[in-house]
Structure formats: structure tokens, C-alpha cells
């Protein structure tokens, strides 16, 4: 028996259209009717899934940066924050912007739920456009280290490169100092080490809930989102998951252009 319904945005219920579609939304108002409550876990920005979150009625705190930043909108709680510890976050600094690395990524630093970048890359812009934040350039990123990012977050528009440079770190940095991902083929991504999807969703099932992972069911599309497929009794992968994603879910739904969430959803919790 589900008793949590967890869902990744981009990818899992937002595709090109950036929007949650009229069917995915009735049906996952079809499982809130039974009781379920529904949740959001996602890379992004708490603002900019705020949305989202919205769209769908959630009543739950909202995952945000991986599970970073886990914030109820109803009454503004942050119930979780968890950033890179800033020496940390000095060291990824200097690694991007040697001679090899610098002229090839954008880097994005999160602090107190604002997006700072060194300038406005295109590939900012675009990012900047989709989630509907405007980016505060600062030049040298170092002055924003007064205060800890939630996360840090490479753009590269070359996929090798984002694998070379997920790749090298992960020699570097052991799951304990850092958590690495990838949230789409084009985003590195850097967090606190006890940050990930897994964790955030451990948290509002066990914790807020109540609840036992076999009672829970998660829906993602990326890498970043294997562990909570893991945790979950019933883990979801997205047809237009990569091989890796799909190979550890228990089920492979549709594509997101084929509202793939809600098919997922009503095979195993409405039929």
C-alpha cells in the first residue's frame, strides 16, 4: 500500500513545454483524492519549483537542490538546509578555473536561494530562462563566499566534458567530502555529501510521515535521481531516463512527452 508519491519535475512531469500537463495534473489529483499525498524532489532551484509544486496541490514540504534545501511553502519552514562547506566549495572554484576547464563552463553558485554566476554565459541564459530566475553576475565568485552555496552546478553544452569533469572529481572528492551528479546530460552538479534525492525523501516519508520505504513510490528520469529510486518500494524510471536510470527501477513508464508519469501512476496506484 503507497502511502507517498514522490515526483522529479524536468524530464519526469515537465518536458519541452516546461509545464506539468493537463493529464499528469488530473491524475495526480486522482491520487490525492485516495489520501496519498504528493511530493516534489528535484535539482532545482526551491524558487524556481515553487511553481510546481503549486501546480500539482502538493501539502508537503517541497525538495529542493536534491533534497539541500527542504522548505514548506505553506508556512515558510525550512525543515532542511545542508550547503557545501565553503572551503569546499573555494577548491571546486579553483579546479574550474584552470586553464583546461575555465574557458568551457559556466559555473553556478546558490546562495540563500539566489543564483550567482561570474557573467552571463548563454548557457546561463538559457538555464536562467527555463527556471525563470534572473542570475546575479558578480565576476569573481569568491565574494560570494561569505555565505555557504546550497549547491554548485558546472553547465557545459559538451557532454564529454561534463563526464571528464564528473569523472576527475570523483578521483578527488570521496562520496563522504562531496555528493557529484548529474541531473541532465549537461549539468554537473556538486552538493553537501548528505545531499541527495534518497535522503530528502527518507525524510518526509520516515520523518514527517511516518512511514516505511516499501510505502513509497518515486517517479525520475536522471541520475540524480537513482536513490530515490532506490529507497522506494516502487522506484519509476522515465522512458527517456538513461540506460543506467532505468536498469535499477522496477518499471520503465512512457516518455514525458508521453506523459510517462501518469501512466506510471495510474498503472500502480489507480488501477
Known sequence: MIKLLVLDIDGTISGESNAVSPYVKEVIAAVQARGIPVAIATGRMYRSALRFHQDINSTLPLAAYQGAWIQD????????????????????????????????LSIHFYINDQLYVREVTQETATYAQRSGITPIAVGDLRQTLTNAPTKILALCDDTEVINNLLGSLRLQYTPAELYLTTSVATFFEATNPFVNKGN???????ELLGIQSHEVMCIGDNFNDLEMLEYAGIGIAMGNAPAGVQAIAQWVA??????????????????
Open 73 to 104: 511553502p505553506s508556512d515558510q519552514k525550512i525543515h532542511q538546509h545542508l550547503p557545501v562547506d565553503r572551503k569546499t566549495a573555494e577548491q571546486l572554484l579553483d579546479y574550474f578555473e584552470q586553464p583546461q576547464w575555465r574557458s568551457l
Open 200 to 206: 530528502a525523501v527518507r525524510y518526509l516519508a520516515e
Open 254 to 271: 512512457p516518455t514525458v512527452e508521453e506523459d510517462g508519469a501518469a501512466v506510471a501512476i495510474e498503472k500502480f496506484l489507480l488501477s
